[in-house]
């Protein structure tokens, strides 16, 4: 099958993607492992996420948010925003085919996509295409290290992908591994709901509240990098005192550089570090 443009994942990059190609009157296909768009968004996120930034910043094009929608949307107003985004362009992905392989043929100038059709039991198809677009996102797939003496371990294991609330551990032990966003985030959401609750930092944390955040991205645009970041650390040691009395650890890279260079995410706080202070979160260290 062939089109001017295969676009390869239906998250927000893809159907981005798929309605400014719409608006310009550019052919496309729009390939999908799973079996509705956003999937990351619908399967695998937790009640009570909302976007970590202004709600300016994370429209997608050609469709501003709902004026009634909060500065910092929750999950469901934004999978509303995304169905709704869907309809006005008329997006549909062709949904359950995963892609095993890409190559360009320089005579003919052409993209050659192969992808497994599981709706037929995985048998393979090629699509064909002037350009491709692959935007599978940088968050896609779980990552479940082996850590030694888990499969004794008596008690619920889940990734923090199949995490939904709080409510089912009430009266429990919890131990969140990894302080990434999700980590951080789940371990607050844990705690409101009275479990008794301990993360594993392993590695040194940039934690930021969400205005450092969107201040650090308007400034980047006109200040070097180096200022910005010496700035924001500044004012997260100032509004998040006292980090080594709970044992954590700032990098000595800045939250911004970090980004840029390692594409690793700071923390981006929305009440973990009170309960961390509180004691009503524990943060402990992994054995060397």
Same mark, same amino acid.
């Given at each position: 099958?062939?089109?001017?443009?295969? /676009?390869?994942?239906?998250?927000? +990059?893809?159907?981005?993607?798929? +309605?400014? &190609?719409?608006?310009?009157?550019?052919?496309?296909?729009?390939?999908?492992?799973?079996?509705?768009? +956003?999937?990351? $968004? %619908?399967?695998?996120? *937790?009640?009570?996420?909302?976007?970590?930034?202004? %709600?300016?910043?994370?429209?997608?094009?050609?469709?501003?948010?709902?004026?009634?929608?909060?500065?910092?949307?929750?999950?469901?107003?934004?999978?509303?925003?995304?169905?709704?985004?869907?309809?006005?362009?008329?997006?549909?992905?062709?949904? &359950?085919?995963?892609?095993?392989? +890409?190559?360009?043929?320089?005579?003919?100038?052409? $993209?050659?996509?192969?992808?497994?059709?599981?709706?037929?039991?995985?048998?393979?198809?090629?699509?064909?295409?002037?350009?491709? /677009?692959?935007?599978?996102?940088?968050?896609?797939?779980?990552?479940?290290?082996?850590?030694?003496?888990?499969?004794?371990?008596?008690?619920?294991?889940?990734?923090?992908?199949?995490?939904?609330?709080?409510?089912?551990?009430?009266?429990?032990?919890?131990?969140?591994?990894?302080?990434?966003?999700?980590? $951080?985030?789940?371990?607050?959401?844990?705690?409101?709901?009275?479990?008794?609750?301990?993360? @594993?930092?392993?590695?040194?944390?940039?934690?930021?509240?969400?205005?450092?955040?969107?201040?650090?991205?308007?400034?980047?645009?006109?200040?070097?990098?180096? @200022?910005?970041?010496?700035?924001?650390?500044? &004012?997260?040691?100032?509004?998040?005192?006292?980090?080594?009395? *709970?044992?954590?650890?700032?990098?000595?890279?800045?939250?911004?550089?970090?980004?840029?260079?390692?594409?690793?995410?700071?923390?981006?706080?929305?009440?973990?570090?009170?309960?961390?202070?509180?004691?009503?979160? %524990?943060?402990?260290?992994?054995?060397?």
């Amino acid at each position: 099958m062939e089109s001017t443009t295969i /676009v390869v994942g239906a998250g927000p +990059a893809g159907l981005a993607t798929a +309605a400014c &190609l719409t608006q310009n009157s550019i052919p496309y296909l729009l390939l999908e492992r799973e079996d509705c768009f +956003a999937p990351l $968004w %619908k399967k695998k996120t *937790y009640e009570r996420l909302h976007l970590h930034l202004p %709600k300016h910043t994370c429209e997608l094009p050609l469709m501003k948010f709902p004026s009634t929608y909060p500065n910092y949307v929750p999950r469901n107003d934004f999978l509303q925003y995304l169905d709704n985004y869907v309809d006005h362009f008329h997006i549909n992905p062709l949904y &359950l085919r995963r892609v095993v392989g +890409a190559s360009f043929d320089q005579d003919s100038k052409r $993209w050659h996509i192969r992808a497994k059709n599981m709706v037929e039991g995985g048998g393979e198809e090629e699509y064909i295409g002037r350009y491709l /677009v692959v935007a599978n996102g940088e968050s896609c797939d779980p990552l479940c290290p082996h850590i030694e003496g888990l499969s004794s371990f008596q008690g619920k294991v889940i990734h923090s992908t199949q995490y939904k609330s709080g409510r089912e551990y009430q009266g429990k032990n919890v131990l969140v591994v990894g302080a990434g966003n999700s980590g $951080w985030e789940i371990s607050l959401d844990l705690a409101e709901h009275g479990v008794r609750t301990s993360i @594993v930092v392993r590695s040194p944390v940039h934690v930021l509240s969400r205005g450092m955040v969107s201040l650090g991205v308007f400034l980047v645009q006109y200040l070097p990098l180096n @200022v910005v970041d010496t700035l924001i650390v500044m &004012l997260s040691k100032f509004a998040f005192s006292g980090f080594s009395r *709970y044992g954590l650890r700032r990098p000595r890279e800045g939250p911004f550089y970090s980004k840029i260079t390692f594409g690793k995410f700071p923390i981006i706080d929305v009440g973990t570090y009170k309960k961390i202070k509180s004691g009503d979160i %524990k943060v402990l260290s992994p054995c060397p």
